[in-house]
């Protein structure tokens, strides 16, 4: 009697990864990558496109390391992956690292622009506020090849030390800059930059970048204080574009302003009010008021005062000169000991300056050092004393310090906590809708914490220049796939009336859901296929809850894009 053939049951994990090659396709990214990387030779098995594409489509939802594509592209069905059959088994590190180098040498710019262009008018993204910020991007490692060496005619990124915005100074570093648009903080544009780039010398390419990306002048450029340099300014300005940064402290008008406010009282107008994050705690409110005097270069200057930040200011103040007071206290006792190592008034000076530098309180702390001679007299010789003993006069030099907190000053400063300026050149803007175009600026924050954290561009684990730059090209795709699908969500959920969806557990609900939730909501979807003798017998395809049905729908997804993702034979 035969044996009974046995059953098979084949699992393909579906994810998110029907949001998300719907989102791709939207973008257009499969065609732009497919016109700008030149096609390989026959004797190459894995196309450069389908590469990035998977590669692309594992920095949105996964990120995995090079070497560990394959395995985790094993667990879906081919065509999410924009693969054939059998091209799952061609992955591996080095197939993808030649891809990357593929695309470095392409026209990266003119890919970017040309796949921006057609996310902003498929998605209607709104320009006319866009947001610049920079970063540093870590490396672990000598990276002696990453010298700035070109390429092919193009120069590559220097690994360098510089100033690292990761608190870690003793590893080289990328500059990344990354710019969003004020609708739904959607990337438009990044650049790589050498490690040790002033973060100063960046914003005239950036704009121009931006000026040929967007085809108008007339858009609001906001960035930080780096910004605000009279060669930067005065570029955009002279070119009809409009700009809002802050004015640094090292600029005169920021002293002036600061020295005036001691005479004279700001009319100040309340422009924001939000309640306190803990119950109980006072609102949050920022007010404007505008300066006396303008920049010397004519520009105008917002006043703005933020009652967190006055307390923030007052209370780190405070912890400084408290720092100041206990480092000078413990230098106090060690003049006073019987061994001191401090011999000199300039020791003493340099000493007691630098627990004020360390404590970051030079300003509000004054101290004195006096000298005073002590004379003691020793037996020149051994021995019991007596009336010919002789003795030898010894004279030491001790320093004793004083200190005081200087209050003219404390008070000068305590008049304006929690104020700083912004500085524009656009005379239309209300003072309240300049402190809102500033405030903005956190969200782009956020995208570089994503870019970071979420899809893993730093640490770098690369060590050649070219690949790093065509893998913080396709970071840059994912993180513009990833933000898209957010803002279509919110928008939809807007339009639609509904203010929250209870996507975390117990119920929990979120007002502004991420990306990343949303693919968690999605990663447990998976097909299932039961064969016979290599015939199918059954297809159990994915039940999908009302939220995830509800998801869909504001994302405007059918259903049956998860029912029929994959072949059902």
């Not at 990035?52 to 592209?73: K, S, T």
Request: with cysteine; proline share 4%.
């Amino acid at each position: 009697m035969s044996q009974t053939e046995p059953f098979e049951l084949h699992s393909q994990a579906l994810g998110a990864l029907p949001i998300v090659d719907r989102f791709l396709a939207r973008m257009g990214v499969e065609d732009a990558l497919g016109r700008y990387l030149a096609r390989s030779d026959r004797r190459v098995c894995l196309e450069p496109v389908a590469a990035i594409g998977l590669l692309v489509r594992n920095l949105c939802v996964a990120r995995e390391p090079l070497y560990g594509l394959q395995e985790w592209a094993q667990r879906f069905d081919v065509r999410l992956l924009g693969l054939r059959a059998g091209e799952v088994q061609l992955l591996n590190d080095d197939r993808v690292g030649r891809a990357l180098d593929q695309l470095f040498d392409a026209d990266r710019a003119s890919l970017l622009c040309e796949l921006v262009v057609g996310v902003i008018s498929e998605f209607d993204v709104d320009c006319t506020q866009l947001h610049n910020d920079s970063t540093s991007i870590c490396l672990h490692g000598a990276y002696e090849g990453a010298d700035g060496r070109e390429r092919g005619g193009k120069p590559t990124p220097k690994a360098a030390l510089g100033h690292s915005k990761d608190h870690r100074p003793d590893l080289k570093q990328l500059m990344l800059t990354l710019t969003v648009s004020a609708d739904g903080a959607v990337p438009l544009a990044h650049r790589v930059l050498d490690g040790n780039a002033s973060d100063d010398q960046t914003h005239i390419a950036t704009w121009d970048g931006l000026v040929r990306l967007t085809g108008r002048t007339d858009f609001l450029y906001v960035a930080d204080s780096k910004l605000a340099t009279r060669e930067q300014m005065a570029h955009i300005h002279g070119r009809g574009g409009r700009f809002v940064s802050v004015l640094p402290r090292s600029r005169g008008e920021d002293s002036q302003i600061r020295d005036w406010a001691q005479r004279n009282t700001f009319e100040w107008t309340e422009a924001v009010r939000r309640p306190g994050k803990r119950k109980g705690s006072p609102d949050d409110v920022w007010s404007t008021a505008p300066a006396p005097i303008p920049t010397s270069e004519g520009y105008r200057i917002v006043w703005v005062r933020s009652s967190q930040k006055h307390e923030r200011d007052a209370d780190s103040r405070q912890a400084r000169i408290e720092r100041a007071l206990h480092a000078l206290e413990a230098l106090q006792g060690k003049l006073a000991g019987p061994r001191v190592r401090l011999r000199t008034h300039l020791a003493v000076e340099q000493a007691a300056q630098a627990a004020l530098a360390g404590a970051g309180a030079e300003r509000w702390i004054d101290y004195q050092v006096t000298e005073s001679v002590e004379d003691s007299y020793r037996q020149e010789k051994r021995g019991r004393p007596g009336k010919d003993t002789r003795y030898r006069k010894q004279t030491k030099t001790r320093h004793e310090l004083s200190f005081s907190v200087h209050a003219a000053n404390l008070d000068h400063d305590a008049r304006t906590d929690g104020c700083f300026p912004l500085v524009t050149n656009d005379r239309e803007l209300s003072d309240a809708a300049v402190l809102g175009a500033y405030r903005y600026q956190p969200n782009l924050e956020k995208r570089h914490h994503e870019l970071k954290s979420v899809l893993g561009a730093a640490p770098v684990t690369l060590k050649s220049a070219a690949r790093i730059e065509g893998l913080a090209c396709c970071e840059f795709i994912a993180l513009l796939c990833r933000c898209l699908i957010e803002r279509e969500l919110r928008a939809a959920m807007s339009r639609d009336d509904i203010a929250e969806l209870a996507l975390y557990h117990e119920g929990r609900v979120s007002k502004a859901p991420t990306a990343a939730r949303i693919f968690d909501l999605f990663a447990e979807a998976t097909r299932h296929r039961l064969l016979r003798e290599g015939q199918l017998v059954q297809v159990f395809e994915t039940q999908l809850s009302s939220l995830q049905r509800q998801i869909l729908r504001l994302l405007g997804l059918p259903e049956d894009a998860y029912l029929s993702a994959a072949p059902r034979s």
